[in-house]
């Protein structure tokens, strides 16, 4: 640490925070003090989500206390899901006595970073923005810091691990730091430092294990935030894959020597991998980086770390990475270019932030696009009360989006009414097809209830054993429809959704 | 009844233990530790021929029965479970047999039958078993050994809120108990025994609890029911097996082999809304259910087509939720086929394509169902090669995962046992094997995937049945077993001379003697 060589004031006094030097104990706390003061900021975030069973209406009111950090810009750093959802956004400093509205600048939920502006004239004159480390430390101790009744705590924290992780939404692989921390309930975007600098946002906790988000991350992110626009945004392989350590199946796709490189068994439409890797592959090496049998590679500063994080460090959507691919009997180089992650574009999607659900009220039968959040609507015992149909569903399908088949539709519930009599019953069952025509969204099944069959609608439901459609009176649909959402109060008899993203051609595969 | 093996029988199984995961709380309780609720019918006699017991009398047709079993490991397939002792009750019928539960003999080892106020153990076997009906008849080894014992005649089907006295053996005490009730209920119910056939029931608020399973349910003399099963969801409840089902029952058994349950293996649905009603062409007035499916392998393959309106089965009006009036209760449709046996004809009406036609077909049973029941007195079929331990999937297998085998088990496996043959007609004619687990060996530590995965293809060729499977390796001369399993894109590579090798090796270190039972 550069305290120990006593190079110079500040150094000491950053060192100071860290080292425990006697004789700097003095200085240690009003410098330390006076970096976190002008460098972060408390929020008060008013939230609300969608009732997932009545998707007309809003959730209740919430209300999240959490941190950000002053960057380049200037700005505020957070992570994207202290903002989700919010209806209001309110900062302030510390000692302030005054809260000032701040708006979202550019969110990536992907990445689950935000940054936000705050418009209030001198707002930030007295704040600084946090030196920013070049990298994460691989030891050591670290601290956190946050608000607590107006005054700062600081809370020592020892680097345990550095772990590639799935992020919130499942789209990118990436590195956290994980960490032993004294601080109790964490996870709501406190800013992390050692020696001084800034390494990152704690992003969750369980009970006294923090997961960082590190400032390797958070630095291309800022990078592409100032960069040109369109914001290119992080990229996902995109690929299936399972380790390849046994030798008779390495012999028996002909690779000579020991088994290296991971098999690849897929790859999801949208993804980096789509069209260029093949299932059957073994993919030998990424960006120059050799990959092992069990699917690691040696970072140069982190050590062993599973390949998946390979197109997430330093890399952008846009660039392109060599992949050293055994295909076949043959070796052979082949291009990967990066395309941004979208987890929005998948079949059904984990969550999708700051959207409301799209729905269809046709004749009292609730219709809406299936994501992870209504799954998850169940509570924490999801995985045993969900319907086993939708889990399956979510499990095993969820990256199975193609050309025509984009969202799953399911009948999600009924308002009963006599003019639906005889499906009051059904329930989370997916629609197929409606009048003839597939349904893979609400605007397509808003668009084939304009199309009756004669004088009937008829909904297809996939196989479930209970009802293989539903017939109801064209005739009387509309006037039907409106009185059932007046007795039931619905506002609106339906919400599209945007289109989801543009995913290129197929795999072809 | 197995209207159709899956649907709502399986759909309800899958609730029932989502629902019922720690302990068998619920109805239907897959397997009961110890036999709970009794009931009691009679065999065939008509009522007038047989003299009806004295009202202190009953105990002695009353007889104990203890059960020292042994079950298959469908874990470790070549094994054995330790012995178990059970109690539960059975009771004299014609023939010199006794009448009880299939729960309470099965895989029995030895029998032993106590008469009232005897001490004696006498030896039995079980000669004929319901699984699907949990009914069995046991005779004693000693010959005449029942002869001075009074015969108890079958009753019907006892009114609602009448008295019935139920006789057993229930646990907490040796000698005989009885307890009174009324009939609360009558409906379908699934039967725990097998956990997937629905039958009839008769549901009591006598006391009934382990050991009383087996035991006569008495009316007026007659015995109006089996105590068989109870609920851990209601207070004070038991249930019976009523007279229909045992009639059922024993006439079949009356050659000698029990064939069981036809089969429909359909799906319907209801045509309760007046607009589903008007497409399908029916008139004002008119019911019925809508064929949704027809699984092939079933009483219907070839006869009843999607689309076609049931309108009528054997003449009885079928209503369109379904149920018809049987008895001035309203029973699910299916009552009238499981009235039914194995190769009797049914006659249905039906309405297709404007056009009502009245049909005729004989019934049979689906060769699909064992793989959604319990399974009882068979030893789990198997084949291990390699080291890699192969079953077919049924849901004993599944239940190697956990009792919550929808949550805990490979979603690959729950989804083809639960969903495949929901759109797959010919899913059920079909045996899908799993690769269980591994008996770690060299040739195999390496395999990626070993822990229950469906096995879709083995050396390019497609397997639907264990035989299939063995087929596909022991006639494959490549270098290499490459074994391709549901998940798409997932495989696993064997050697073969390696693994020819190793095979024998492999079964000597975990003492397993044969490496099938196919």
Redesign the interface.
Known sequence: MRGRRGIGASALAAAALFCGLPGTAAARPAAARQAFESGIVGLTISAQGWDQDRPWAKGAPQSRVALATVVEGPYLLTSAQMVSDATLIEVEKLGGSMRVPAKVVLVDPEIDLAILGVEAPGFFSDLKPVPIADAMPTEGAVQSVRWRQRQLEVSTSRVSRIEVQVTSLGGLEHPFLLVTTDLKGGGWAEPVFADGKFIGLTVSQDEQVARILPVDMISGFLAMARGPKPYPGFSGLGV?W????????T??LRLPGVPRGVL???SNWGGSACGVLK??DLLLSLDGHDIDASGFYRHPRYGLLRFTTITTDRHRAGDVLKAEVWREGKKMMLDVPLKATHTNGDLIPDRVPDRAPPYLIAGGLVLRELDGSYIRSWGDEW???AP??LQ?RY??DSKDQEPGARRIVILSSVLPAAY????HGLSDVAVTEINGRKVDSIAAAEEALKHPEG??H?LVL????????????ARTFDDATAEILESYRVPVVGREAPAPPDLGPACGQ | MIR?P???A??LA?LTS?AA?PAAAAPPARRPAAPKPPAAPAPKASTAEVPIPSEDGFEHSVVRIINYSQRGDWFSPWDVTGVRASSGTGFVIEGGLLLTNAHVVSDARLLLLYLHGDPTPHKARAVMLGHDCDLALVRPEEKDLLTDIPVLPLGGLPPLRSAVETYGYPAGGDQISSTRGVVSRIETQVYAHSGVDRHVAIQTDAAINPGNSGGPMIQNGRVVGVAFQGTDMLENTGFGIPVEVIRHFLDDAKDGKYDGYPDLAI?E????????R??AGMRDGESGV?V??VNDGGSAEGHLE?GDVLLEVDGTPIA?DGSVLMEGLRFDYGLMVDRHQIGENLKVRILRDGERRDLVFPLVAHPGTSRYASQYDVLPRYYIYAGLVFEPLNVEMLETSGR?W??SAD??L??EQ??RP??DPKALLREPVVLLRRLDDPVNI????YRGQLVTRANGKEIDSLAGLIEAIESNQA??H?LELA?????????RK?SDEASPRILERYGVLKDRNP
Request: hydrophobic letters at 45%; zero cysteines.
């Open positions: 299936r399972q380790i390849n350590e046994d030798p008779v199946l012999a028996s690849v068994t897929g299932p059957r995985r045993r009360k086993i149909r399956l499990w095993l639906n009599l005889g499906y004088e009937f008829r996939e196989p479930n054993g209970q009802m293989a459609q539903v017939i109801l009176d | 159709t899956i649907g709502g399986l759909l899958v989502l995961a799906f649905s209801n045509l309760e809304n007046p607009a589903a008007r497409r809508r949704d499916f999607v369109s919550d929808v949550v979603k690959r729950v989804q639960i969903f929901l759109s390496n395999i990626a995937w270098p290499f490459v998940e798409p894109g997932r495989f696993i590579v064997l050697d390696g």
